[in-house]
């Protein structure tokens, strides 16, 4: 059995990454935000983090602990997987996981994890987007306020967490998908991702509309709560209209300000800045 989580920040792909990968045979088809292994790890993270408060009484050591809650995690795997069909890659993804990643590394060590990043101009100008539709719809969640800083700020926290980590062996299980290289040239992403990870991402066909394949829950992207997240581009074939779309969004400051707060991540990914 494979599994392999997708994270980074909103607003940069990960729900079109894994609508992609779920097109592979042998996986999962797509599935929506698996928030309750979030809170299953975000558990053992607390007990890990805290355990000479109350949970030596309880499991002994640390090592115990991480024992434990893997053998948790891993019959939550099992369940979904047995439920899908017993599919042999599990595709997960969850933004909020990723802060988890190196406490989901301990409990799930064979795991590959692929983090996306996309131009913070343009993944803060996304937000900006959805906070706007939320507004309308009198809904008060994240990305309401347009306050740059603070969106770069959310934006960034999803990725220090995993890029901290130094363990060799989580580094090596670590890879990197830019958005951009994604929607304009699929094949190779594919191709790359293969290489990788030893999954046989290269045999999807990159023109089919990922969207094709959806599990059905109660849950849809047509419900009040999700609507402002949707795009014209949602569950579309892949497309580089939104590449750059920050031009039409923000304002020659905002644009500055991104570049100020993300200089770092501007640097380590490659992307060019507009302001000096």
């Known amino acids: 059995m494979q599994y392999v989580f ?12 894994q609508q992609m990968l779920c097109q592979l045979p042998e996986a999962n088809p797509y599935l929506y935000e ?17 355990f000479n408060q109350n949970h030596a009484s309880y499991f002994g050591d640390v090592q115990h602990l991480r024992n434990f809650s893997s053998g948790v995690v891993h019959a939550f ?4 997987t047995a439920r899908l069909g017993d ?25 590959w994890f692929l983090m996306m990043v996309r131009d913070p101009r343009d993944a803060v100008a996304s937000m900006v987007s959805v906070g706007e539709k939320q ?11 347009r306050d740059i800083p603070a969106l770069c700020r959310h934006f960034l926290s999803f990725y220090e967490p995993a890029f901290d980590v130094k ?7 670590l890879g990197v998908v830019h958005y951009e290289e994604l929607v304009t040239d699929p094949v190779r992403t594919m191709q790359d991702l293969a290489r990788f990870t030893g999954i046989p991402f290269d045999r999807i066909d990159v023109q089919s509309a990922p969207e094709a394949g959806h599990v059905k829950t109660t849950e849809t992207s ?32 905002e644009i500055a300000e991104v570049e100020r707060e993300c200089s770092n991540f501007f640097d380590w990914f490659g ?6």
């Open 135 to 145: 507004k309308a719809l009198g809904q008060q969640y994240l990305f309401v306020n």
């Open 77 to 80: 795997l099992q369940q979904v």
């Open 271 to 276: 992307y060019g800045r507009r302001a000096a």
């Open 222 to 253: 047509a419900s009040p709560l999700y609507a402002p997240w949707v795009t014209d581009v949602s569950g579309q074939k892949l497309s580089q209209s939104r590449v750059g779309n920050y031009a039409s969004v923000l304002t020659e400051t």
């Open 167 to 173: 363990t060799e062996q989580f580094r090596n299980q």
């Open 34 to 50: 698996a928030s309750y292994l979030r809170q299953l790890v975000s558990c053992y993270t607390e007990a890990r983090n805290n």
């Open 87 to 111: 599919p042999q890659v599990l595709i997960l993804k969850e933004p909020h996981l990723t802060i988890y990643w190196p406490y989901l590394f301990e409990l799930v060590p064979e795991a």
């Open 6 to 17: 997708i994270g980074g920040s909103q607003r940069t792909g990960t729900s079109i990454t």
